[in-house]
Every structure is written in C-alpha cells, then in structure tokens.
C-alpha cells in the first residue's frame, strides 16, 4: 500500500528488474519490471504469494538483466525508485516498463504521482498488468498507461470470481488502449466458465485478444492452497481454443515463456 501522510509518496515494493516478459501480448519483449507489494486476491494458482504481503525490503537490481541484487528498506519514496528505473534505462535496450505485482491498483494513488514522471523520464510505453478486479482504480491512472493485460479468473481454476467487475475494468480499458486478455487454464477447467468469459470478452469486442495460459504446477503454491494443480492436456486446450473462437477472433495458447528460459 502507498504511504501518503507526507508530501512525498512511497510504495511498498517486491522488487525491479529487467527481463524478457514471458506472458501474453508483450512476449518475448524487454521491460523493466516494477513488482509492487500486496494483492487482495488469493488465486490457487498463484506463482508470485511472496507477493501477498509487504517485506520490510525490496530487492533491486543495480544493471539490467544481471541480477545483481541491492537490498533497501520499504516503503521506497518515489524519487528514489526514479533513480533506479533511470539506471535501468540503458539506450535501446528496452520496449517498455511493466508495472506487476502483486497487484498494483492497490497503489493507484502512488501510481498517479509517478507514472507522469516515469513517462517523462524514460518515453517508454508503460504497461500494466493487473487482476482486472479493480475498475474503481483504473480511471485514476488511465490517462499515464499504453496497454492493459488484465487476468480474466475462473472461478473453477482460480477460485476467484469477479464477472461484473471484469466486465466494467474492460469497458474502461478497450478501445483506449492496447489490452488484451489472459486466462489461466487447468485440467479442471470447467468448459461453460470459459464459454461465459468468451461471451464476456466478445461483448466488450471480438478483436481484443485472448491467451489461454495452461497453468505452470508449482509445489509452492500446491502446499499454501492444498489444491493439485495440474496443466490441462493438448486436447484440452485444442477444444477450448476451438470453443472460444465462435465469439472471439484472436485466441492464443501460450505456456509461461520465462520459465522455459529459467527466468525470474
Ligand atoms: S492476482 Fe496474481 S498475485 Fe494475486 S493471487 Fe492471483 S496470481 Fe497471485
């Protein structure tokens, strides 16, 4: 959460760094991540729960891509975290800036302050990606953002349920800037939920593009949810790519990419 009883904002922050983006419509990109701290959804699937709360440090990395960790204390005041983007910065070297987490509406009122100078500092598109549960925030930072991934959760694999505010968070979002739509896929993917969040993408518009992200097993988030997590089959998501396209007219199924490249 942002700290605004001073004059100078702070965030809680995870971690920046520089990588190659392995999810959805950035694939394969260079950004500069920002991964803030805390997210109010708690989805089984979950690859970031050390996201969940706030440490009493960040970790951020001194040159791009190194992974030469500094260690600093929480909250991180917002001319600080100027510096280190600026840092990161190095001429050509990347497409744009990702703002994770965690989810980073939670600090909409930080953003607001920073992402101005951000722009100004870098000119580099900036990204957001987000849950999509939270279109009270969104309009706040609008105006400062270029594109919008949001997480469309399926009660079935995610065991999050947020229809009508997905449904407000994409009418903000399309057609002012570039977003497109992730889902995460399990082998317990129940077919008429995805059917109904086709029908809810195609009603917003049947151009917005759709990934379906087979979802990585991971023991650690296994352990916290108590619920197997399994990879849906090839012939899974051959039939749901298939279904989805009745309504929709871009559906991708993409694995997480990073993970292939032993990536954070
Ligand atoms: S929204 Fe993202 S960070 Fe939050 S619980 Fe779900 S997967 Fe994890």
């Given at each position: ?6 004059a ?26 920002i ?35 500094e ?43 920073f992402?101005?100078?951000?722009r100004?500092?870098?000119?580099l ?19 400062y ?43 317990h ?28 097993p ?17 012939e ?29």
């Amino acid at each position: 959460m942002t700290a605004n009883t001073t004059a100078e904002p702070t965030a809680r922050l995870i971690e920046v760094f520089s990588a190659i983006q392995g999810e959805g419509l950035n694939v394969g990109t260079r950004q500069i991540f920002i991964r803030f701290a805390f997210c109010d959804l708690r989805c089984h699937f979950c690859d970031s729960v050390h996201t969940w709360n706030a440490p009493a440090n960040c970790r951020i990395e001194r040159s791009p891509g190194f992974r030469d960790f500094e260690t600093h204390s929480n909250p991180v005041p917002l001319p600080i975290l100027l510096a280190w983007i600026e840092r990161q910065n190095l001429p050509s070297l990347h497409d744009s800036i990702s703002l994770t987490g965690g989810e980073p509406l939670l600090h909409a009122g930080f953003l607001k302050e920073f992402l101005p100078q951000l722009r100004s500092l870098t000119g580099l598109p900036i990204y957001l990606e987000t849950g999509g549960h939270r279109p009270e925030q969104l309009p706040m930072i609008l105006p400062y953002l270029d594109s919008v991934g949001m997480d469309l959760k399926l009660p079935s694999v995610s065991g999050e349920s947020y229809w009508q505010e997905h449904m407000k968070f994409l009418q903000i979002c399309y057609p002012h800037l570039e977003t497109f739509i992730k889902i995460i896929v399990s082998q317990h993917t129940d077919v008429a939920e995805l059917e109904q969040a086709a029908l809810l993408v195609a009603d917003v518009s049947p151009d917005i593009p759709v990934f379906l992200q087979p979802v990585t097993p991971l023991a650690e988030s296994e352990q916290l949810t108590k619920t197997p997590i399994l990879a849906p089959t090839p012939e899974q998501v051959l039939t749901w790519q298939a279904l989805m396209r009745r309504v929709l007219k871009h559906v991708r199924v993409v694995p997480q990419t990073h993970k292939m490249l032993n990536q954070l």
